[in-house]
């Protein structure tokens, strides 16, 4: 593989059916910048997908419907681990039946793998039927790893889905030391406890994130008000009870601060919403963004407030804060997360306690009051964090690991 050449691409992503999650803006980012530098892409999708989602992409609905779509649907056990099997040999029918006339490509890449999609990903290659000369990235966001952050050592969760994962990757050893697979992840912490637990090379990959707003200029006229946000679905692991409390604790100890809030939340938490009832400075934004609705409230936000739970993100990165990093948006996040680690490396950061409602209101009022210098530190990093958070950083990448082993 040559960097000096253009590479066809083929993704595959059974996950890319609508707009909920990240996966239409992850991968139009990767079409975009990989077509930017003269590669050809070619996608795949749920068969179920949205006509805007092929539309947009100009995406192939051959895939079977999205696995991820059904995690938390509520079926009992049983269902649940009939759909590995179910899903993996569909997923192997459609990718034989699109190769069987598509089958040149230079890079085949998987974003999403669960292990029902290694099951198949396993079958397919073992059985021969990966082209020859294609190189084949199966990308790992999360995996069913814990870590003790207190003995600093890493194990894996006990389930059968889990005992079928690390299986699976056992026997993909061959074509992980050849190099004809290779095993993504998009954080170091991630990387290393799956090389420690597997044995195995897997190879970090930064989280590629379009830059959606203008570079700001270095000298910015100071704000009425200091816009605070809080974006996406909120869930327990994203410490949204935490952060709800810890506003409303802010707001009664600083109530003449100048800061306006910002938090989207779809459903739940109503007992910790009803504390901020009553608070002119909060907005709620209860529904999904519309097309372009998001990067004109990106536009507006000077903070994002992201008190995590390292439990859930300590191995994991979340898209949210790569964007703030690369639009300049000072970030504010919890010690002990893959978050608060990049942020400090490739932004300005405000690192709060975990599960500390007083420690978060408190950072809260530090970002406040250190907001000039923060302000200052995340525009002298916009650049540096745009150039890693990239298509073509992910892609040299690519090439470097090829190399490594040619050489």
């Known amino acids: 593989m040559n960097n000096g050449h253009s590479l066809k691409w083929l993704i595959v992503e059974d ?34 997908a949205q006509t805007f989602i092929l539309e947009e992409l100009k995406a192939l609905p051959a895939l079977p419907p999205s696995i991820w779509h059904r995690m938390s649907d509520g079926a009992n056990p049983l269902v649940r681990y009939l759909r590995l099997p179910v899903h993996g040999w569909r997923t192997v029918q459609a990718m034989k039946r699109f190769l069987a006339t598509h089958n040149n490509y230079d890079v085949i890449f998987v974003p999403t793998v669960l292990v029902h999609h290694l099951l198949a990903w396993t079958w397919l290659i073992k059985r021969g039927l990966m082209p020859g000369q294609t190189q ?18 890493y194990s894996w969760s006990e389930s059968l889905t889990t005992k079928l994962l690390r299986y699976l990757l056992k026997q993909l050893t061959p074509e992980v030391q050849q190099r004809k697979v290779i095993l993504g992840v998009e954080t170091h912490p991630m990387q290393k406890a799956l090389s420690f637990l597997t044995g195995l090379d897997f190879t970090y990959f930064p989280h590629p994130v379009e830059p959606i707003l203008n570079q700001p200029s270095q000298s910015t006229p100071p704000k009425d008000s200091i816009v605070m946000a809080s974006y996406g679905g909120a869930r327990h692991e994203k410490g949204n009870d935490i952060l709800y409390q810890a506003i409303a604790i802010f707001n009664q100890n600083s109530p003449d601060a100048k800061t306006q809030f910002i938090l989207q939340c779809l459903e739940g938490f109503e007992a910790e919403r009803e504390l901020l009832v009553g608070f002119n400075n909060v907005e709620w934004i209860n529904r999904y963004f519309q097309p372009g609705e998001y990067a004109n409230y990106l536009q507006k936000t000077d903070v994002v407030l992201l008190p995590y739970r ?19 948006i000072i970030v504010l996040a919890t010690e002990g997360t893959t978050l608060a680690e990049q942020a400090k490396e490739f932004g300005a950061l405000v690192s709060c306690k975990n599960e500390n409602l007083i420690n978060v209101a408190n950072s809260i009022k530090d970002v406040i009051d250190n907001y000039q210098q923060l302000q200052s530190e995340s525009k002298q990093k916009i650049l540096m964090s745009q150039s890693h958070f990239s298509v073509k950083k992910f892609r040299d990448c690519l090439i470097e690991k090829c190399l490594e082993y040619s050489t």
């Open 15 to 48: 996950a890319l059916r609508d707009q909920q999650g990240h996966w239409f803006e992850y991968i139009s980012t990767f079409q975009k910048g990989l077509q930017e530098i003269g590669d050809q892409v070619t996608i795949l999708a749920d068969r179920e």
């Open 310 to 328: 390292p439990a859930s993100y300590c191995l994991r990165v979340s898209r949210v804060v790569i964007e703030a990093m690369v639009n300049g």
């Open 136 to 153: 084949i990235i199966l990308f790992f966001p999360n995996a069913p790893v814990q870590y003790d952050q207190t003995h600093q050592t």
